[in-house]
């Protein structure tokens, strides 16, 4: 989503007798301040915001997932243009505000528009800092503060090579993970000897860099940039003051931010660091406000989002004549780096007036120091586990004599009441009524018990009715103890366990709020729902992607990096990184044209090996990954589509030769076998899900070990659900039996639309079964006689769009658009399957 340059969005047609509110920045902190003003008093103010970017308000730190290609920059927006239109707002954005004139109270754009005020509000915030070295504006070195930034990364990173990020902060690490994940060839070059060292002490860093170059990238600490190197024209790589030279072909700038504050200081505001401010925000000139990273507050700059939050909340109290005023933010730091937990608060140099309290966790790659001065917390770094870092985070800020907790401290909030390591009720028993039980949303230990005492006798009543729990997650553990130390453990409603560590949700919760709710986006649901991740996890990303599916045929789109890497590519990935492909073969079935066509993929792409599959498929191996879109070019040309053979789906329906062939045969297995895998090739499962049709009860093709099994005797059809090979292997239950293939047919896709709808994802029928009841699934589809006719339409309507050939962007009946070349697809970051 984007809004052309100069562009309005929004009327501004409020009672002109309202004061005029003109804001200077259409970032985060300039449209929060906005929406708390909003929030107080929406009728006061007739506001125009001037952005620099043609676009809208969006989350900047998302940027990095952008980069990675894990999100999109819809994903990431932030108010839409329906926001500014809704509440009667001007957006003019693309043309930057180059001039204040404070006697007037006008302001010009550099298109030379003019704008009168009668409040101004300047949320200008930051500029990346560039350092002066020569080569610095040669094209190819970027900086990493916008979409445009990302946009020439992105396009640099699309022809491969080698990338320099200067900065080993936080932004330059997550440019350079981004870079990474597209394929480039990663060096992070930084100044200091420890990585994030504002953040994390020499320890932490040492595992963060040993984890990231196990990932493949390059990270040089204790290193000086001499130099950017030029060739024909553009950046050729970065020389060191040591003298060495590393190539690049892109070179992104991370090394800081300062203040943006050069239209203050032009306007004669007075200007430090950054625009100087009072408690409300207010500057130098009593028409004229600022916040955010613009601002300098009681000597101090702050680039973190909960003092911005914090600075926005005061200024709009002091617009609406409300008292509370800033008094600046005691700060930690809580972030996921790459992928991995950190966590920072407080001054951690210690000194010789100071104890550290240290542990170390190799195997699980976990670190903790505490550091104490005289009975108190004054710092602490989390590496890994970063769960009770909110806990410390409150002890430092309340400055709570800890001696009594010392021995346990380390330990964390579970264990440190009175010392007492082994019970971790007595640590929530001892904690104070106004204690903060959840930072996230400020609930306080007498808030929680007062819910409880009300009726909310388990974590979701908790969670719905006071918030508590309900975004990071990390406080889950203390609710569980409150509620049992109110309640007693027999009284406390327990439940499924949650769909991941992402959320406090159960899989069945999460279903049945997409429909209860109307979710349609994983971004929707995740926000809806209060995910505790930004991005979701290689657990319930799939998860979401195919309960969205289920839900919203025709209306949700597949989200392919949300898919599995087998499933994205219709090929299997092997131990030496190539592939093998399994064309699909009805029923087992196959001609001379496919074997030809077979043969053909075989030599031209010099695959190594062949095999029939327990299955009745053949399965090619050996297929390099470039050669994959051109292998099923070929196949599709024969009339062959994807097996599903690595995909959550329909794999194959196993047959033998029955009534046509056999002695034994009492009904057409081959025939109904190609039948059912037509009608039910190319469905999103749960799990995968074979079927199989034994023309009599010698059961040739093992139809009693299948997710959905037909065994054929003279009266017709015995129907068989739930059973499994492999590693636990599982007999199937009889479901029924039928007279007519046609009723076969219809019972077999009811109930797989039943398994869809009804299973967790990644749970396979057998486990399904036992977790339903045998009696469940039968009442489910024969107690209402028309529960077959219905679940079968809801297959059929679903079949519409999910039945998709590999490589060709055709979908049967919905003509749906599929990637069609490996360089486009960014996938999110997920296990093979």
């Known amino acids: 989503m984007s809004v052309n340059a100069q562009s309005k969005v929004g009327t501004g047609t409020g009672a002109r007798s309202r004061e005029r509110l003109v804001v200077i920045g259409n970032g985060m902190a300039g449209c929060r301040a906005v929406e708390e003003i909003l929030d107080r008093d929406p009728d006061r103010f007739d506001i125009t915001i001037f952005g620099a970017e043609p676009r809208v308000n969006y989350n900047r730190i998302m940027l990095s ?19 500014y239109a809704d509440n009667a707002i001007t957006l003019i954005s693309g043309d930057p505000v180059v001039r204040i004139d404070r006697e007037t109270r006008q302001l010009t754009t550099r298109s030379g528009h003019v704008e009168n005020y009668d409040r101004l509000l300047i949320a200008t915030g930051s500029d990346p800092f560039v350092i002066p070295v020569p080569g610095k504006d040669l094209p190819g070195v970027v900086t990493f503060r916008d979409l445009d930034d990302v946009d020439k990364m992105v396009s640099a990173a699309a022809k491969g090579g080698n990338a320099v990020v200067i900065g080993g902060g936080l932004l330059g690490l997550e440019a350079a993970h981004g870079l990474s994940l597209r394929g480039m060839q990663v060096t992070v070059i930084h100044l200091m000897p420890t990585l994030m060292e504002r953040q994390l002490d020499e320890a932490a860093g040492w595992l963060l860099k040993n984890e990231l170059e196990r990932r493949g990238q390059t990270i040089l600490t204790g290193a000086d940039t001499a130099e950017i190197v030029a060739r024909d024209g553009h950046v050729g790589g970065v020389r060191l003051k040591d003298g060495t030279e590393i190539p690049a072909e892109i070179v992104v700038m991370a090394v800081g931010i300062r203040p943006n504050t050069q239209l203050a200081q032009t306007a004669g505001l007075e200007v430090g660091r950054g625009i100087i401010v009072d408690d409300h925000m207010v500057t130098s000139d009593p028409a004229v406000l600022a916040v955010g990273e613009c601002v300098e507050h009681r000597g101090s700059c702050y680039g973190l989002v909960a003092p911005l939050w914090e600075m926005c909340r005061s200024l709009a109290d002091g617009l609406t004549d409300q008292p509370n005023g800033y008094e600046g933010s005691v700060t930690s730091t809580k972030l996921k780096v790459s992928g991995i937990d950190v966590f920072s608060a407080g001054d951690f140099s210690g000194g010789d007036d100071c104890e550290d309290i240290v542990m170390r966790d190799a195997a699980r790659g976990i670190y903790k120091r505490v550091v104490v001065r005289e009975n108190r917390l004054v710092g602490a770094v989390l590496y890994g586990d970063t769960a009770d870092g909110s806990w410390y985070f409150d002890l430092l800020k309340k400055g709570e004599d800890i001696a009594g907790i010392r021995e346990a401290l380390i330990f964390g909030q579970a264990f440190a009441a009175g010392g007492a390591l082994a019970d971790p009720s007595a640590a929530v028993a001892a904690l104070s009524d106004d204690a903060e039980i959840c930072g996230c949303n400020g609930v306080s230990k007498a808030k929680v018990v007062a819910c409880i005492g009300a009726g909310a006798h388990s974590l979701d009543a908790v969670r719905s009715t006071c918030k508590a729990s309900a975004s990071c997650g990390s406080c889950t553990g203390l609710i569980e103890s409150l509620l049992a130390l109110a309640l007693g453990d027999d009284a406390v409603e327990s439940g499924p366990r949650t769909m991941c560590k992402c959320t406090s949700f159960t899989h069945n919760d999460v279903r049945r709020l997409i429909l209860e709710r109307d979710l349609k986006a994983i971004p929707e649901v995740m926000q809806e729902l209060h995910w505790t991740t930004p991005d979701g996890c290689s657990s319930c990303r799939p998860a979401l992607n195919y309960y969205l599916l289920c839900a919203w045929p025709g209306e949700y789109r597949d989200d392919e990096r949300s898919r599995f890497v087998n499933e994205r590519l219709h090929a299997n990935i092997q131990k030496d990184g190539t592939y093998s492909v399994v064309p699909r073969m009805w029923g087992g079935l196959t001609n001379p044209r496919e074997l030809r066509a077979i043969a053909d993929v075989v030599e031209k792409y010099d695959a190594p090996m062949v095999k029939v599959t327990g299955g009745q498929r053949l399965d090619i191996f050996g297929i390099r990954k470039e050669d994959l879109p051109a292998v099923w070019a070929d196949l599709n040309a024969a009339g062959m589509v994807s097996g599903h053979a690595y995909g959550k789906a329909l794999r194959t329906v196993k047959t033998c030769v029955g009534s046509e062939w056999c002695r034994f045969g009492t009904q057409d297995s081959t025939g109904l076998g190609v039948k059912l895998e037509q009608l039910t090739w190319g469905s999103y499962m749960p799990h995968k899900f074979k079927m199989a049709v034994s023309g009599c009860p010698r059961n040739c093709a093992e139809a009693t070990i299948k997710d959905f099994g037909v065994v054929c005797v003279d009266s017709g059809y015995e129907l068989h659900i739930g059973g499994n090979g492999g590693i636990k292997v599982r ?7 039928v007279e007519t293939e046609e009723k076969a047919m219809e019972i077999c896709i009811a109930f797989i639309q039943l398994y869809r709808e009804e299973a967790h994802y990644l749970e396979r029928t057998a486990p399904w079964l036992e977790r339903m009841g045998l009696t469940w699934i039968k009442a489910q ?27 060709e962007g055709r979908a049967k009946g919905a003509h749906r658009e599929l990637h069609d070349h490996l360089g486009e697809i960014r996938p999110f970051r997920l296990e093979n399957a």
């Open 731 to 737: 007999a199937t239950d009889l479901l029924c039996k």
């Open 65 to 83: 997932p952008v980069l990675a290609g894990e999100k999109s920059f819809d994903e990431i927006v932030i108010n839409s243009t329906d926001w």
């Open 781 to 807: 589809l024969f107690d209402d006689p028309e529960a077959i006719h219905t679940l079968a339409d809801r297959f059929r309507l679903s079949q519409k769009y999910w039945q998709v050939d590999p490589w």
